[in-house]
């Protein structure tokens, strides 16, 4: 998975506790920042929206 460009979440903060995700062409991944080589999910990007939209209600 080289090559991706990870951002941290907005919601972020400064204690380490982050999301990051990379968007590719077909999915979406996320991983957690303070253990990024340890593993990431992989969500297409229906299933990202539904997340995202479940979390900011």
């Known amino acids: 998975m080289h090559g991706l460009r990870w ?10 506790a982050c999301v990051e995700v990379a968007f590719a062409a077909d999915v979406v991944f996320a991983r957690d920042s303070k ?10 990007p229906a299933a990202w929206r539904a997340l995202t939209a479940d979390l900011t209600r």
């Open 7 to 16: 951002v941290k979440s907005s919601s972020s903060t400064n204690n380490g």
């Open 35 to 44: 253990s990024p080589d340890a593993g990431r999910l992989a969500f297409t």
